[in-house]
């Protein structure tokens, strides 16, 4: 007797979802999930009832120039350390097939081509609905139009920037090509804060048509990052040390961060995790569902930049 579409299902998951993206897929790209996951920004964590990101905000005010060898120092309790909570967002897909869909790939050869096709699917499904939600703030899963804003203001994990300035994201204006270079190059420095690579922004995004009118301004010294990418066919522009791609959920925007101050913390036992099948209720079919709990969260906001119109 052959398998059923479900026990060849449970079987292939776990393979398929590490070497997913065989069958020709007609409508994601999720570029921005691929760079995410390659630059570490993508962490697996063991979630609690919240996400609390530590943060040193300020320096101790005791630090001082001492006018002579004997000043009396500060006794004031040292108080430079605050925290940031996130509330954990859900992101789920569905795998649905019928008693018919059995009957009609009675082989092996037939479920299991199927059955492939299927986790392909839920899975490109998962990722590219949640590179949409990195771009907007959808059910509580933050995009970039929440943790990085026009004006750098915003709750963001429960700190209010317009009243701790510190927690204000770095931003910049440019009208067109005549000044998008120099408005990316602001908001660049503003990030970087004059120290190592480790904390400058190592991507930035936004739509094809923004990167385009960079890249127009790059012709004549044009350089890309990643020579792993040419030899795929493929190119990612480089904007100082950074990697520039686009998305088509992007916008005029360009945003920036690094996978230190920007992270999408999932759940170690909950990413792109594969339920139980179950029976569907007054129908000839069975489902399986697949689930993700995480968040977008950031424990250093003035890391975070956006150039925009």
């Given at each position: ?9 449970a ?29 570490g920004?993508?962490?697996?964590v ?6 609390e ?19 009396p120092?500060s ?96 931003q910049n ?51 890309y990052i ?48 594969k ?19 995480m ?15």
């Amino acid at each position: 007797m052959s398998l059923s579409i479900s026990q060849i299902l449970a079987a292939s998951y776990p393979a398929v979802v590490a070497d997913k993206r065989k069958p020709t897929n007609q409508w994601a790209e999720s570029a921005l999930m691929r760079e995410l996951e390659k630059q570490g920004a993508i962490k697996k964590v063991s979630l609690g009832a919240t996400i609390e990101a530590q943060l040193d905000y300020r320096r101790n005010a005791s630090a001082a120039v001492l006018s002579s060898d004997l000043q009396p120092v500060s006794l004031v309790k040292t108080e430079v350390m605050t925290a940031a909570s996130y509330a954990i967002a859900s992101v789920s897909a569905s795998i649905v097939w019928s008693k018919e869909d059995e009957a009609k790939n009675p082989t092996e050869n037939q479920k299991i081509d199927l059955v492939d096709g299927l986790i392909n699917n839920a899975i490109d499904s998962h990722d590219d609905l949640l590179e949409q939600t990195l771009f907007t703030t959808t059910n509580g899963l933050l995009g970039f139009d929440t943790l990085v804003t026009d004006a750098g203001t915003g709750t963001i994990g429960g700190i209010d920037a317009s009243v701790e300035t510190w927690w204000k994201n770095q931003q910049n204006t440019y009208t067109g090509a005549t000044d998008i270079e120099a408005g990316m190059t602001k908001v660049w420095n503003a990030c970087t804060k004059g120290s190592g690579s480790a904390m400058s922004p190592r991507f930035l995004v936004s739509n094809s048509d923004t990167q385009a009118v960079f890249e127009g301004t790059q012709q004549a010294l044009q350089r890309y990052i990643d020579t792993q990418d040419l030899a795929a066919g493929f190119k990612t522009l480089a904007f100082k040390t950074a990697r520039y791609v686009f998305s088509p959920y992007g916008g005029t925007r360009i945003f920036m961060g690094n996978p230190k101050s920007y992270q999408i913390r999932v759940s170690k036992q909950y990413f792109r995790s594969k339920g139980k099948e179950q029976e569907i209720d007054n129908a000839q079919g069975y489902r399986v569902l697949v689930y993700s709990a995480m968040q977008v969260v950031t424990d250093n906001r003035s890391r975070l930049g956006v150039v925009h119109l």
